[in-house]
């Protein structure tokens, strides 16, 4: 009997080891986050840091010129990369989708590799693709489109949108696999029973039925697209300036780390409602089937 | 039905179109590491194995592969260690602290990588923690702890609970119960989400970035010699790191496909 009841038990007997198991996420996890939110209240001005709490680094972004045009730019930069990863990932998921067997699996399989390919490596080889004497412009010279090779693809913002949207196409694919997979196919039969087209099972069954895994690609992609900076220092150039630059220069040639910590607070509370909005919005949808 | 198949094989063209898009990135580093380099100009008439003469002398970037599977292999470590603890107390029942430690492991998964590395840097520096491979390995272990745990937390939960109570019927203790009856079952998950967590960690450069001191792993000595210009090696030492993550990938796929396959 007393075996029984071993839950209660162990529950009781191994509070060190409770213990043991909240050290590592609290000492590295949490406080940390803790030290970074009190970081963005600190002030530093030539050097002498100001352990005296303050409003003035969130003053500084809303009143200064420079930064809220750059975190609006950035919005829109990800919005875009969202949008554009769909309208490349939704057809691809919509075909693996309906295929029959393994062989489903092993091209989404297929699909996620290059993530865990090296990042940089990517962004690199990208950025030699879209560069004056990569493949692209060689392509574009070889099909008579253009006479000289184009430099509208390197070190601006479309190179980093362009850059993006193919690092995170996989990102939008799987969600929305995910989504189609789930549809039953009986319903698609019932709608074509009852007489409807193929473009309207589509238009009124599918893409419906399939819309909260298209909203968690796009809240995946944007989200990830607005955290990197790897991408826009190395495609972006002298213009093309993102919110994720801005703050990874505070920490480095700007050396403003209270600074750096408000505008990332004001990062993550972006990042907080851009996955809020798409909790919601997903839910919603789903709640209606 | 001919209309279809027709929209049949346009689909499968896109595909085709977006695998090119995903796949290009990498092979073209790949195969002009054969080649001969001129002015930052890939020769194609001039095949030539020069470059991985130059990397294999390259001090730097054996230092920096070193330093990588160092920190990864740490990582892998202590990640497994603390996701199987946290998976374990946070499947033995049901309350608030362990929601809470769920919520904890998964933020750095949620928030982007940018302000983990960020929170950790600032954090280090408060508590005089000199920056070395030490707060690298931290860096990298709370960034995988999330997939790491989660994987585990599925394998445990998608165990029979009779095994345990079974188990403690017969007179195991806590410990024997953990080493005869769960560990086996959770081996595989445990290698896939080891060899994920290793490939998550041989990749990760933005946290990396924000919490090394003077020591570079792979992808950031990557990084500062792509800054700096071009070097022929650049292009060889792709190809090395691609072979080396094409192999943990199909590690990876071969110790957590099949299990996921019969189990849903």
């Known amino acids: ?24 996420p609290i000492a590295f996890i949490l406080l940390p986050l803790a030290a970074f939110l009190a970081y963005s209240f600190f002030w530093t001005e030539q050097g002498v840091m100001s352990y005296a709490l303050t409003l003035r680094n969130y003053a500084r972004f809303f009143t200064d010129p420079v930064f809220l045009p750059v975190l609006r730019q950035t919005c829109v930069l990800c919005l875009e990369v969202a949008f554009l990863t769909v309208l490349a990932g939704y057809p691809v998921a919509y075909f693996l989708a309906s295929l029959r067997g393994r062989i489903r699996y ?15 490596i990517k962004i690199y080889a990208i950025r030699s693709i879209l560069g004056g004497h990569g493949a692209l412009n060689r392509a574009l010279l070889w099909l008579g489109l253009i006479d000289e090779p184009l430099t509208v693809f390197v070190f601006n913002l479309n190179a980093v949108l362009l ?23 009986s319903l698609m039969d019932a ?38 900076f790897l991408t826009p220092q190395m495609v972006g150039g002298q ?10 220069s505070q920490f480095g040639t700007a050396f403003n780390w209270p600074f750096g910590a408000a505008l990332s607070v004001i990062l993550a509370v972006v990042v907080i409602a851009a996955i809020a909005l798409g909790t919601i919005f997903g839910r919603d949808r789903s709640a209606l089937k | ?35 001969a380099l001129k002015q930052g ?43 199987m603890a946290s998976a374990l107390y946070f499947n033995s029942g049901r309350s608030k602290g362990r929601a809470l430690l769920q919520f904890i492991i998964f933020l750095p998964f949620l928030m982007p990588p940018i302000i983990t590395g960020l929170a950790l840097l600032i954090y280090f520096r408060e508590i005089d923690f000199d920056r070395s491979l030490v707060t690298v390995i931290i860096g ?47 081996t595989s998950a445990m290698i896939g989400a080891g060899v994920l967590a290793f490939a998550l960690s041989f990749d990760e450069t933005m946290i990396t970035l924000l919490v090394t001191g003077t020591d570079n792993t792979l992808p950031t000595r990557l990084w500062a010699m792509m800054r700096l210009g071009f070097t022929p090696d650049i292009n060889a030492l792709v190809a090395v790191i691609l072979a080396l993550t094409t192999l943990m990938c199909l590690l990876a796929a071969r110790y957590l496909m099949p299990r996921e396959s019969t189990g849903t």
Request: charged content about 10%.
């Open chain 2, 41 to 83: 100009v890939v020769n194609w008439q001039q095949p030539t194995t020069l470059a991985y003469v130059t990397l294999a002398s390259n001090e730097g970037i054996l230092v920096a592969l070193r330093n990588t599977m160092i920190v990864g292999v740490s990582a892998v470590v202590c990640s497994l260690i603390l996701g």
């Open chain 1, 1 to 24: 009997m007393s075996r029984r009841r071993f839950k209660p038990a162990t529950a009781s007997s191994h509070w060190p080891a409770t213990g043991a198991v909240f050290a590592f």
């Open chain 1, 239 to 248: 213009s093309g300036f993102t919110f994720g630059r801005i703050i990874y």
């Open chain 2, 140 to 186: 990298h272990t709370v960034f995988v702890l999330a997939l790491v745990y989660r994987t585990l937390l599925v394998r445990l939960q998608s165990l029979s609970r009779s095994l345990v109570e079974a188990s403690y019927d017969l007179g195991a203790s806590g410990f024997q119960t953990f080493r005869y009856v769960l560990l086996p079952n959770l």
């Open chain 1, 106 to 120: 092993i091209l989404l399989m297929l699909m996620l590799v290059p993530l865990l390919m090296s990042y940089v």
């Open chain 1, 191 to 228: 709608s074509a029973d009852l007489g409807a087209s193929a473009t309207q099972t589509f238009m009124r069954v599918i893409l419906p039925l399939s819309l909260p895994g298209t909203i968690t690609a796009l809240t995946f992609v944007f989200v990830l697209a607005i955290g990197d």
């Open chain 2, 1 to 35: 039905m001919t209309r279809d198949s027709r929209g049949n094989w346009f689909l499968a063209g896109f595909t085709l179109l977006v695998f090119i898009l995903l796949y290009g990135p990498i092979f073209v580093p790949i195969a002009s590491s054969f080649f």
């Open chain 1, 163 to 185: 850059t993006l949207t193919v690092l995170l196409i996989p990102f939008a694919v799987l969600p929305i696999f995910l989504s189609l997979e789930r549809i039953p196919r």
